[in-house]
């Protein structure tokens, strides 16, 4: 099982408040009800700075949104300010130099929330900033190249206090239908189906002195990001250690209590913490069945009410109305697919 990656609810709260911009108020309500669903991330949770969410999380809402709006990642992407960033963001805005600020984001890929690896680098006359690496799910790979790269031009933008100039934008996936809308972020030098995805600007502005550098906040900012990044990690890995012990025994799971025997802390320190992260033992439980169901919905040989013993339902038809509630499909539905 991989360690799971926890980040906050910025991107969610941004696709909310766009999706809900020309609905009338009244539908707000029906909009994040879409938005949200089978995510596990509730409308309190939006208005708590506090709450992380798990990258499974935030993608169960980017693949609702896209549903209505294919172009989502980069409007989403453009509408990532640098303060967007939190901490992390403020830090940026005071370094010294443009190429000070972006290795200093580039190192922090947590506080970042970035799903690819991030590099800078130089060729000639031109400086490079490239994503790869993507890990995730490969039918969000568009979207999230989309909202990385569009989100890193309007850092860019944002940090030397003028609209950065594109000198040329790259691509690996073909044009989509709304190509006219990569222009809006990158210009006119686009090429798809390239080597890379990443976007080139001239290499002297890595220089650029910014406007609002500040060596003392500078300095503050980074021993706070520094702090910050380590909390991430312990919950991180703390968020780990619990699904690897639910995970392996999703036949007979154990209640809360047990769980928390188990992981040697108090039942209300477990939920403490699971809160604190956005989640809930409940939900953990519910995503791991959910993952596993999946992967045993797709071998043919596997009856469903063997699957649902698997899970720890004592029924088929527990386990058939959970889940329809987890992908709003039936098991038989979903094998059909």
């Avoid at 669903?37 to 939006?46: K, P, V």
Wanted: hydrophobic fraction near 40%; aromatic fraction near 8%; glycine fraction near 6%.
């Amino acid at each position: 099982m991989q360690e799971p990656q926890l980040t906050t609810l910025h991107v969610v709260s941004c696709a909310l408040d766009y999706l809900s911009e020309q609905a009338p108020h009244s539908a707000r309500e029906q909009i994040a009800a879409t938005l949200l669903a089978n995510s596990g991330i509730t409308l309190a949770d939006l208005h708590s700075g506090e709450v992380r969410i798990t990258r499974q999380q935030e993608l169960t809402v980017c693949a609702n949104g896209l549903a209505s709006c294919p172009d989502l990642g980069l409007i989403l992407g453009q509408r990532m300010h640098i303060s967007a960033y939190g901490l992390l963001g403020y830090a940026a805005i005071s370094c010294a130099t443009l190429a000070d600020a972006l290795q200093l984001m580039f190192r922090y890929p947590a506080l970042l929330g970035t799903y690819f690896q991030l590099q800078l680098h130089v060729e000639g006359e031109l400086a490079w900033i490239s994503a790869s690496h993507y890990q995730q799910r490969a039918d969000l790979l568009r979207f999230n190249i989309e909202m990385c790269l569009a989100s890193l031009q309007q850092m860019c933008s944002d940090l030397v206090g003028r609209p950065l100039p594109i000198r040329a934008a790259e691509f690996t996936l073909p044009a989509p239908p709304y190509r006219n809308r990569y222009r809006d972020c990158f210009g006119d030098r686009l090429c798809f189906a390239a080597k890379r995805d990443g976007f080139a600007f001239d290499s002297q502005l890595l220089a650029t002195p910014l406007p609002l550098a500040n060596p003392v906040t500078h300095s503050e900012m980074v021993a706070r990001c520094r702090q910050l990044d380590g909390e991430f990690n312990t919950n991180r890995h703390w968020l780990y250690r619990a699904r690897t012990l639910l995970a392996g025994q999703l036949a007979h799971a154990p209640r809360l209590e047990q769980l928390a025997e188990q992981m040697h802390c108090s039942p209300r320190t477990l939920r403490r913490r699971l809160k604190g992260m956005g989640t809930s033992y409940q939900a953990q439980l519910d995503e791991l069945r959910f993952e596993q169901a999946k992967q045993l919905l797709a071998e043919p040989s596997h009856a469903i009410y063997h699957i649902a013993k698997r899970l720890g339902f004592s029924e088929s038809a527990s386990f058939r109305h959970a889940f329809l509630r987890w992908s709003g499909v039936t098991p038989r539905q979903y094998r059909q697919y």
